[in-house]
């Protein structure tokens, strides 16, 4: 190597250009192991949000809303869908195939909570109204309103006017709670289920010859769900 190729290689607008790829080099690697990371978080809390839903589906009982996976995939579906809207390439299909499966989660979830307002619309009103997000609460309140209109257009007007006291009566005293909850459908807390145990946790019974017991980590038992109500709602046992 001459003297001047030495200088020329070591001249301070090499150094820089060498210096400058370096750092470009580094960006890239550091924005794809974010981008790795963002993936692997984003997996983990799919997976645990599907689990939730599962849970939900079997659970005889509405358990609390759960808000944070709502919102947060709720937010991830609608930034994919603004930056994906123009491309049509092949990743762009690739993140298509997974909003979709964010979307059904998200729809599956609240169709279900659904279902059970419409059928424990009352119990729930009554026992643990926190557990509904403000629009589920507003559709409670509204399907109660109309199940009762059309229960008095039907069956209400229709009554021989010596009943009609009896009917009139009745609703009036539907703002006592000992009568309302006469007209509550419990969920059906006898059932028994499958249950996966997250961590080790010991289950008081009403059973005098057995009344306790302990579930392991990672087993799956069938438990009766009155006994693990709360450690569901808590997430230390989830249904399958």
């Known amino acids: 190597m001459t003297d001047n190729e030495s200088v020329e290689e070591q001249s301070p607008s090499n150094v820089s250009k060498r210096n400058y790829l370096d750092m ?3 960006d890239d690697e550091r924005e794809l192991e974010k981008e790795k990371e963002d993936a692997r978080h984003h997996r983990d809390q799919y997976m645990q949000f599907r689990q939730l839903v599962i849970t ?30 123009e491309d049509w390439g092949f990743t762009a299909n690739i993140k298509r195939l997974e909003l979709d499966r964010i979307r059904y989660l998200i729809k599956t979830y609240l169709r279900i909570r659904i279902q059970k307002i ?8 009554l026992e643990y109204p926190e557990r509904l997000s403000e629009e589920e609460k507003t559709l409670a309140t509204t399907f109660l309103k109309m199940e009762h209109d059309t229960y008095r257009t039907i069956i209400g007007e229709h009554l021989p006017k010596d009943l009609a006291s009896l009917s009139t009566s009745t609703e009036k005293s539907l703002s006592n709670e000992e009568v309302e909850r006469n007209l509550v459908r419990e969920p059906k807390f006898d059932q028994y289920l499958f249950g996966r145990v997250s961590k080790q946790v010991t289950i008081q019974t009403s059973n005098d010859e057995n009344p306790s017991y302990t579930l392991y980590p990672k087993e799956t038992y069938i438990l009766e769900y009155e006994n693990i109500k709360e450690l569901v709602k808590n ?3 989830q249904l399958v």
């Not at 419409?118 to 729930?124: D, G, L, M, V, W």
């Open 24 to 26: 470009m080099r580094d």
């Open 56 to 85: 939900e589906r079997f659970c005889p009982e509405l358990l609390p809303y759960e808000d944070k996976y709502v919102s947060t995939f709720k937010k991830l579906w609608e930034d994919q869908e603004e930056n994906i809207e």
């Open 118 to 125: 419409e059928e424990q619309a009352r119990y729930i009103l």
């Open 235 to 237: 997430h230390d046992i």
